[in-house]
T-cell receptor, first 112, second 111 residues
Framework: DAGVTQSPTHLIKTRGQQVTLRCSPK?????VSWYQQALGQGPQFIFQ???????QRGNFPDRFSGHQFPNYSSELNVNALLLGDSALYLC???????????FGPGTRLLVL | GQNIDQPTEMTATEGAIVQINCTYQ??????LFWYQQHAGEAPTFLSY????GLEEKGRFSSFLSRSKGYSYLLLKELQMKDSASYLC????????????FGTGTRLKVLA
């Protein structure tokens, strides 16, 4: 039973560039949440997707956008990258109506 | 506002018992989670409490008091591999899908 997978594992970008991160949820899961985790901090909620729609968003600017596909996989897009966007980006999947979220290994983004 | 507090660091000896506390102040409560996160890795689910009391799962137990806004994670028979960060997270109310995480407690287990 495959767990949550994310790609790429690491990424280096420069300020102003755009990046797309990908996530495949755990088998049987239909809901995907994205989190940003800065070094030494807890994960911060970016948004959650269910039924191909963003249904809740955290305190992140519109530069952060996402998408969910019919197979439940998801993408996180960040435009106009800033140095402060350097972080570990975590995807978590769950089943609608159930509480527990399961995390993927994350994508470590470095913005230079 | 929403606030979750955990100690930043703790140190314990192999074979001992350690208790990691978490206090929260949130607009509503619909469940508390504990996750383990090794350095550079993803958080791994440990436990979920929504009712008051103790939930035991092997060497790990988690306790919740909703009236006090308080939880703890108890780790028994500590092993070196338990050295990790332990994250406390709360789902504030049933109408939200947002989980609020604390900054985590970094546990060092010494031989």
């Amino acid at each position: 039973d495959a767990g949550v997978t994310q790609s790429p594992t690491h990424l280096i970008k420069t300020r102003g560039q755009q990046v797309t991160l990908r996530c495949s949820p755990k088998s049987g899961h239909d809901t995907v949440s994205w989190y940003q985790q800065a070094l030494g901090q807890g994960p911060q909620f970016i948004f959650q997707y269910y039924e191909e729609e963003e249904r809740q968003r955290g305190n992140f600017p519109d530069r952060f956008s996402g998408h969910q596909f019919p197979n439940y996989s998801s993408e996180l897009n960040v435009n106009a990258l800033l140095l402060g966007d350097s972080a570990l980006y975590l995807c978590a999947s769950s089943i609608q109506g159930r509480e527990t979220q399961y995390f993927g290994p994350g994508t470590r983004l470095l913005v230079l | 506002g929403q606030n979750i507090d955990q100690p930043t660091e703790m140190t314990a000896t192999e074979g001992a018992i350690v208790q990691i506390n978490c206090t929260y102040q949130t607009s509503g409560f619909n469940g508390l989670f504990w996750y383990q996160q090794h350095a550079g890795e993803a958080p791994t689910f440990l436990s979920y409490n929504v009712l008051d009391g103790l939930e035991e799962k092997g060497r790990f137990s988690s306790f919740l008091s909703r009236s006090k806004g308080y939880s703890y994670l108890l780790l028994k028979e500590l092993q070196m591999k338990d050295s990790a960060s332990y994250l406390c997270a709360v789902r504030p109310f049933s109408g939200t899908y947002k989980y609020i995480f604390g900054t985590g407690t970094r546990l060092k287990v010494l031989a």
